[in-house]
């Protein structure tokens, strides 16, 4: 079946520093993975994707690659801040956009 | 205004009690989603909408029904609440599927507490 993995331990963070964020997959191609940030109850809110047949993407002090052959996906945050502390969550894109979903992975930045 | 607002925001019931879960958009989607989100777990999608006379089961669809009531309007149901129903339910809207890269904006959710 299909899986999808991201660090289920929290990532702590000192501020100023690059935040790597992991997600892995099995058993799928997606046509995109997606990247969304979650706030404590709130829901969640879309960053980034990156399509199958690119191998990185940039947004002002994000990153995302994406590596097919690897089955995975790395999220950077660089110049962390305390604000970026969140939830991050991993999603596939698969042609009948029922997205795929991580469970996400607790990013605290520390001052 | 919220552009996908979802009532109500925190609802506890009993168990047996049947509960309704409504969500509506301003984004002029076609497309709606019901998910719950349960710690550990990722979002899980319990029924989806790709248009007003479009209803598909998720991958837990189980103890739940939806109506798609308006392109607007797309309620939860469940029909007699159990205490495992006890999460945190999302609905989600995304644009056309044609050239779409499946973004999909996600109202604030609503946490149901089954005692």
């Known amino acids: 079946s299909q899986k999808i993995e991201q660090n289920s331990e929290a990532l702590n963070i000192q501020e100023g520093k690059t935040a790597t964020l992991t997600c892995n997959y099995t058993?799928?191609?997606?046509?995109?993975l997606q990247w969304y940030r979650q706030d404590p109850g709130r829901g969640p809110v879309f960053l980034l994707l990156i399509r199958e047949n690119e191998k990185e993407k940039r947004k002002e002090r994000l990153k995302v690659t994406f590596d097919t052959t690897l089955k995975q996906s790395l999220f950077h945050i660089t110049a962390s801040q305390p604000a970026d502390s969140a939830t991050y969550l991993c999603?596939?894109?698969?042609?009948?956009?029922?997205?795929?979903w991580g469970a996400g992975t607790k990013l605290i930045i520390k001052p | 205004d919220a552009d996908v607002t979802q009532t109500p925001r925190n609802r506890i019931t009993k168990t047996g009690k049947r509960i309704m879960l409504e969500c509506s958009q301003t984004k002029g989607h076609d497309r709606m989603y019901w998910y719950r989100q349960d710690p550990g777990l990722g979002l899980r999608l319990i029924y989806y909408s790709f248009d007003v006379k479009d209803i598909n089961k998720g991958e837990i669809s189980d103890g739940y029904s939806v109506s798609r009531q308006a392109q607007a309007k797309f309620s939860l149901s469940l029909e007699s609440a159990i205490p495992n129903q006890t999460a945190l339910y999302f609905c989600?809207?995304?644009?056309?599927?044609?050239?779409?890269?499946?973004?999909?904006?996600f109202g604030e959710g609503s946490r149901l507490t089954v005692l």
């Open positions: 058993n799928y191609s997606p046509a995109y």
């Open positions: 999603a596939l894109v698969p042609s009948n956009y029922q997205l795929i």
């Open positions: 989600a809207t995304g644009g056309d599927r044609g050239g779409n890269t499946g973004e999909l904006f």
